[in-house]
C-alpha cells in the first residue's frame, strides 16, 4: 500500500521531503521507502500519519519506481 507519511522507529517519513520518492507499507508493520539517490531502507511502522494514496512525489516523477 503507498502512502504519504508514516511515523517510524527513525520518525516520521514524508514523501517529498529529504529525497524521499516513495513509501511502501506492508502488512507485518514494516514499510520501505525509495531515495531519490536509488537507496532502499526498510523501517517499522508505528501509525500511518496520511495514506491517502499519492504515490510518488510530482517533482521528481520522472525518476520514480511504480
Known sequence: ???RKIKSNKGIIEVGKYGVDRIDVHDDNTA???TAGG???TVKVKEV???DG???NSRNHHK???
Do not use: R
Request: net charge neutral; charged share 0%.
Open 1 to 3: 500500500m503507498f502512502v
Open 32 to 34: 520501505t521507502y525509495y
Open 39 to 41: 537507496n532502499i531502507f
Open 49 to 51: 500519519l496520511n495514506g
Open 54 to 56: 499519492i504515490v510518488s
Open 64 to 66: 520514480n519506481l511504480y
